[in-house]
């Protein structure tokens, strides 16, 4: 079963601006990790960010985590065009019965217009 | 980063018919190689856990006798879609991951699946 929730579901913005999307889960957690997935294709993994770890930077993207909410955020910034693709974040549950097993969120489709 | 290749990419067959997708661990060895099933404009949904050398674990509604998983080597796990019926015309992917805690599953590029 799916161990959260993103929002929004979908997302539009003209490139140059900044794209932000949510991430909620239900469980302790070991990590929260966000991916990408292009139309028809495999996942892509951008960031990984640990359970004792607030923010974590990576290029254009930042990610920050709230355990005590048990809540993430994905910020693109001057998006562009090829950044279109929808995005998901994964969970690494405590106590899952082996590592790395990840539970996946609903996916925000973002779509960034030239 | 890792690389996981996922063949075939895309398969048209008839119902009745059984089909075999295969993921390879190109660059390191997997112990673990997980099998998602996606809907369009879904998420992911995990079938199951692909152990090397052991049986493979799946999760609660998903028949193993439906789709069978091996996992006969650390860099090889297939999936079987026995008995294919259009129900289950999907998207298939495989990731694969260090058995190192804090690491990322290293993606395939899916499988297509169209049963007629």
């Known amino acids: 079963s799916q161990q959260g929730e993103e929002d929004p579901q979908a997302l539009s913005i003209q490139e140059g601006e900044n794209a932000t999307m949510n991430c909620s889960y239900k469980t302790s957690i070991n990590n929260l990790q966000w991916y990408r997935q292009n139309s028809g294709r495999g996942l892509v993994h951008l960031i990984l960010i640990r359970s004792n770890e607030r923010e974590k930077h990576s290029g254009r993207l930042r990610v920050t985590l709230d355990t005590s909410k048990k809540s993430s955020s994905l910020l693109i910034t001057a998006s562009r065009a090829a950044d279109t693709a929808s995005y998901f974040c994964a969970t690494d549950p405590l106590f899952s019965g082996g590592y790395n097993k990840l539970i996946f969120g609903a996916g925000t489709r973002l779509a960034v217009h030239p | 980063g890792a690389v996981v290749s996922q063949h075939p990419s895309r398969v048209i067959c008839k119902s009745g018919t059984s089909v075999k997708i295969e993921c390879r661990s190109l660059?390191?060895?997997?112990?673990?190689m997980f099998w998602y099933r996606q809907f369009p404009k879904q998420s992911l949904m995990l079938m199951a856990t692909s152990n090397e050398g052991s049986k493979a674990t799946y999760e609660q509604g998903v028949e193993k006798d439906k789709f069978l998983i091996n996992h006969a080597s650390l860099t090889l796990s297939t999936l079987t879609v026995t008995s294919a019926h259009p129900e289950d015309s999907s998207f298939y992917i495989c990731?694969?991951?260090?058995?190192?805690?804090?690491?990322?599953?290293?993606f395939g590029d899916g499988t297509r699946l169209s049963i007629l």
């Open positions: 990731s694969a991951s260090r058995d190192i805690q804090n690491q990322p599953q290293h």
């Open positions: 660059d390191f060895q997997a112990t673990t």
